[in-house]
């Protein structure tokens, strides 16, 4: 990561308040100049992307081929729409990276000293953190939302129906698509707050996200109805990317704020963290 930040937003310029610290617009720029230097991020960003879009039109180019072989049911609880998001699955791991980097990155540098020293205000370094982090990876998730959209419903031909996002709940489901990749690295972000170590943030994360619904598969299925639609990977999968609504799962927008309130709260819990420790 690249220490140099604009002199505009050094202490004592245009972006610092009067005693020589940064304000919250020169937090925010310096977090972003932080954050776009990072060459594992922009990796991150293009492999996630390949993989999401890749998966999407992988799994509908098969379904034309299989359409005439399914049965009635199959045919009518088939969603185009979700299915295209398939790879939001892995696309998730790299926002949940690309947050607990943003933090975890200035630690392993040693980066994370001058930081404090220039802003020693952590609960608005953390918020600054946050703030350019979701901004970032909200457009970021947007347009991979919108782009595996387009090209996996590319993949569908007669009779097999294609959805546009004039189909009831299309849009809905490709922006939520966007919006949970943000919530997800400001999960990230908070993760790599808490615990300060990439590998192990990162791999803290994999389990929540890929392991814990799968921890509930030895139990009753009324069990498993009962806890999996609040896991955030059954929640990106049965509720926020869903047109069609699939039975035992959250609405899209109670999904959405689930979503949100566990942001918040790992969000919160890492910043509580940051205001106390040394660095």
Not at 190 to 215: E, K
Request: proline share 5%; net charge positive; glycine share 8%.
């Amino acid at each position: 990561m690249t220490s140099a930040v604009r002199s505009a937003d050094r202490p004592g310029g245009p972006g610092a308040a009067p005693d020589g610290r940064y304000r919250f617009r020169g937090l925010a720029r310096m977090e972003w100049a932080k954050l776009h230097s990072l060459r594992s991020i922009r990796w991150t960003v293009l492999v996630s992307a390949v993989i999401c879009v890749g998966l999407g039109m992988l799994v509908l180019h098969y379904v034309p081929g299989q359409w005439a072989t399914m049965n009635a049911a199959d045919r009518r609880s088939f969603d185009p729409v979700n299915s295209g998001f398939t790879g939001l699955a892995l696309a998730q791991l790299a926002a949940a990276a690309i947050g607990v980097l943003a933090v975890t990155s200035e630690y392993s540098s040693g980066m994370i000293r001058a930081t404090l020293a220039a802003a020693p205000g952590r609960v608005r370094l953390a918020l600054a953190k946050g703030a350019v982090l979701a901004a970032v990876v909200l457009v970021i998730g947007e347009v991979l939302a919108f782009v595996t959209f387009f090209a996996s419903e590319a993949m569908l031909h007669a009779p097999v129906p294609r959805a546009t996002l004039a189909t009831p709940g299309a849009l809905r489901a490709v922006l939520l698509a966007g919006a949970y990749l943000a919530l997800v690295a400001l999960i990230g972000l908070g993760t790599g707050l808490i615990i300060r170590h990439s590998a192990a943030a990162i791999t803290a994360l994999c389990v929540v996200i890929l392991l814990l619904p799968a921890l509930t598969l030895p139990f009753s299925m009324s069990v498993q109805h009962a806890t999996q639609k609040f896991l955030p990977e059954i929640i990106a999968e049965n509720s926020l990317t869903a047109v069609k609504p699939i039975p035992y799962s959250l609405t899209p927008w109670a999904g959405l704020g689930m979503i949100m309130l566990y942001a918040a709260v790992v969000v919160g819990a890492g910043t509580w963290l940051l205001a106390r420790r040394d660095a």
